[in-house]
């Protein structure tokens, strides 16, 4: 069984964060120049997933109940790490989204796979602002596990560092 959470999300600071809504804290730290490399910044309870644009991006959250099989030939970039979700809620917000008001998903407590998803990142305009990318964040229940990154886009990180 699948369930599907579609978001528009203000990516703010080129970035959109999976936080356990009992974790406090921010990827400050965690945005090192490799993490920057593979848009994907972890700390204790939260996932930074990185954008190519500093805008409203579509994102879609889906909760499975294994491992993905799917194919990656569609997006441009994917990324696995784990993340603890011990509050069992998730919130899915833009960097400088107000917490308490973002959106919830409610999961049961424990310890989660992420696979995410960067798809159509060469659709930036020129101005950085326009563009056809979009996110997919799959989670599975799963012990932890190192973050990998199985498919990279060299476009998408060198555009954005560049807007540094």
């Known amino acids: 069984m699948t369930r599907?959470?579609?978001?528009?999300?203000?990516?703010?600071?080129h970035q959109f964060y999976l936080q356990d809504e009992g974790v406090e804290g921010n990827l400050?730290?965690?945005?090192?120049?490799?993490?920057?490399?593979?848009?994907?910044?972890?700390?204790?309870?939260t996932i930074g997933i990185g954008t190519v644009r500093n805008?409203?991006?579509?994102?879609?959250?889906?909760i499975t109940d294994g491992k993905p099989d799917d194919d990656m030939n569609g997006w441009d970039q994917v990324a696995e790490c784990s993340i603890e979700v011990a509050s069992g809620r998730l919130?899915?917000?833009?960097?400088?989204?107000?917490?308490?008001?973002a959106a919830r998903i409610n999961v049961p407590p424990g310890s989660y796979r992420a696979r995410i998803y960067s798809g159509n990142l060469n659709s930036l305009s020129d101005d950085g602002l326009n563009g056809d990318d979009h996110y997919r964040v799959v989670l599975w229940s799963a012990a932890p596990g190192p973050l990998l990154v199985l498919k990279t886009y060299s476009g998408s990180s060198a555009r954005r560092a560049s807007e540094s």
Request: a negative charge; aromatic letters at 14%.
């Open 55 to 62: 805008a409203t991006v579509p994102v879609v959250v889906e």
């Open 4 to 13: 599907t959470f579609e978001y528009k999300l203000f990516a703010d600071f």
């Open 91 to 101: 919130v899915v917000a833009g960097c400088t989204d107000y917490f308490p008001d």
């Open 28 to 45: 400050g730290d965690s945005w090192t120049p490799d993490a920057v490399v593979r848009d994907l910044a972890v700390a204790p309870g």
